[in-house]
């Protein structure tokens, strides 16, 4: 046996939210299990540079975000596919939320430069801490911090979520959610 | 009258509603994706890889050899210079 049990249980438990920020990330499904497939591969191949006790979805999630990157730079000359690759691929979707929020949600978040992009993916939906996220981008955690301020409020211009009642849920169902929710 | 988005804009930062409200949509989007759990696809990577006839098959055989200590069966001609 080349991999332990408890290192590939862990990879496995990562794959479901590391598949979650590649997707968000890229804006393409196909893109994103492909860049899912080769973060394994690599992490297996490097398995022994992994420090048992560690992060395992830290440290794949830091594979993953330089593996886009390096593709990032040789494909910025390619027009980003934002017209609903993703949102036809989803199996289901929530109630609370329509589609048509997501994907006016979705098309926001790729106008965003990768840089707050990622740092708010990491902070605000992958349940990272902000010193996690500077390790995995490799940045001072200040730097994390202004690209999810910077993020959030490009994102609320985008939407222009503006008052109570203009995005999202009901109370009720934001109720719900919240209690349901992760965190 | 002030709103909060007044209040917001004149701070330059965003009010505690605006982004509980952006917070939401992301963990509901990312949630959707993290219940569609692990596809076929990777636990089958996994699987492979972990089977023993996968991939790193051989770097795994010359592992337990190692752990199995190969140096008392290839080096038994260091017997004789042994200082016993």
Same mark, same amino acid.
């Given at each position: 046996m080349t991999l332990q049990a408890s290192v590939r249980e862990a990879m496995l438990a990562a794959v479901p939210s590391l598949r979650a920020f590649a997707i968000s990330l890229s804006g393409n499904v196909d893109r994103a299990d492909d860049l899912?497939? %080769? /973060?394994?591969?690599?992490?297996?191949?490097?398995?022994? &540079?992994?420090? #048992?006790g560690t992060n395992m979805s830290a440290w794949l999630f830091t594979i993953l975000r330089n593996l886009f990157r390096s593709e990032y730079r040789k494909r910025r000359r390619e027009v980003e596919?934002?017209?609903?690759?993703?949102?036809?691929?989803?199996?289901?979707? @929530? %109630?609370?939320? &329509? +589609?048509? $929020?997501?994907?006016?949600?979705?098309v926001a978040l790729a106008k965003l430069p990768p840089d707050q +992009? $990622?740092?708010l993916l990491l902070v605000g939906a992958s349940g990272f801490s902000y010193e996690e996220a500077a390790a995995i981008c490799d940045c001072a955690v200040g730097t994390i911090k202004s690209r999810v301020n910077r993020a959030r409020t490009r994102l609320s211009e985008l939407l222009s979520i503006d008052s109570a009642d203009e995005f999202g849920p009901d109370h009720t169902t934001r109720a719900i959610l919240t209690a349901g929710g992760r965190g | 009258m002030q709103t909060d988005v007044q209040v917001r804009k004149a701070r330059g930062r965003l009010s505690r509603h605006v982004q509980n409200k952006l917070g939401e949509t992301l963990h509901a989007m990312f949630d959707e994706i993290v219940k569609e759990g692990v596809p076929d696809r990777f636990s089958k990577l996994l699987e492979q890889i972990n089977g023993g *006839?996968?991939?790193?098959? /051989? +770097?795994?055989? $010359?592992?337990?050899?190692? %752990? /199995? *200590? #190969?140096?008392?069966?290839?080096?038994? @001609? $260091?017997?004789?210079?042994s200082r016993s």
């Open positions: 899912v497939q %080769e /973060t394994l591969l690599r992490a297996m191949a490097n398995i022994n &540079s992994f420090q #048992p596919d934002v017209d609903g690759s993703y949102a036809d691929s989803l199996k289901s979707h @929530p %109630e609370q939320h &329509s +589609r048509v $929020e997501f994907e006016e949600f979705r +992009r $990622e740092a | *006839g996968g991939l790193h098959a /051989t +770097r795994a055989g $010359e592992l337990d050899a190692s %752990e /199995t *200590g #190969p140096d008392s069966l290839v080096k038994e @001609p $260091e017997d004789k210079g």
